[in-house]
């Protein structure tokens, strides 16, 4: 998903996404420690989301600050 989509959706839906990512990340974290990880790439990807998702979520609280 690109940051313009993400701009496009409520905090809320934000946040909601922003669970999903953190959830994924686990499962994935999990996989790699019992060695049943298919995709290492994977794990950057869902982290770099995350940190788009949390991005977006500041400027739009500080945008609602301001």
């Known amino acids: 998903m690109s940051a ?3 701009r496009d959706k409520t905090p809320d839906q934000l946040r909601e996404e922003l669970v999903t990512l953190k959830k994924e990340q686990f499962n994935l974290r999990f996989q790699q420690a019992t060695g049943q990880l298919e995709n290492p790439a994977r794990m950057r990807a869902a ?4 940190a788009r998702v949390k991005t977006i979520l500041n400027e739009k609280a500080k945008a609602a600050a301001e």
Do not use: I, K, N, V
């Open 47 to 50: 982290r770099r989301q995350a």
């Open 4 to 6: 313009q989509d993400l």
